[in-house]
């Protein structure tokens, strides 16, 4: 199994969309999701979603501004992130599990992409 994901830069107040395509396994009876590290920061969960997209799950900081949504056709998760803050500058992993009990926890997901630098500056 392998995720890619792509990030960028955006100044403080923009937006950005993030992409995960996964390849190698059932994409589509997968739990997805969204963590990220800032320097000298624990890695911090962001969002997950359901295999069906049912059911979602944010971080409290970022439950206003992002929005986790995924096509199972094209095998990819998708973050979007709104009025973003310099704080919000990491490195930005999707990850992915088909038996996830808790999508808050990271050690529940098997599969991880190598990450995608997000920089907001002020």
């Known amino acids: 199994v392998q995720l890619q994901a792509w990030g960028g830069l955006v100044q403080a107040g923009g937006s950005l969309n993030l992409s995960c395509v996964a390849s190698?396994?059932?994409?589509?009876?997968?739990?997805m999701g969204w963590f990220r590290q800032a320097p000298e920061k624990e890695s911090e969960f962001v969002a997950a979603i359901s295999w069906l997209g049912d059911n979602t799950y944010y971080a409290d900081d970022v439950k206003s501004r992002f929005t986790v949504s995924r096509d199972n056709a094209r095998n990819t998760v998708y973050l979007q992130m709104k009025s973003l803050k310099p704080e919000d500058t990491a490195i930005y992993f999707c990850a992915a599990d088909p038996r996830v009990m808790a999508p808050l926890i990271k050690y529940e997901y098997r599969y991880w992409g190598q990450g995608t630098q997000v920089t907001v500056s002020s």
């Open positions: 190698g396994g059932s994409f589509s009876r997968w739990t």
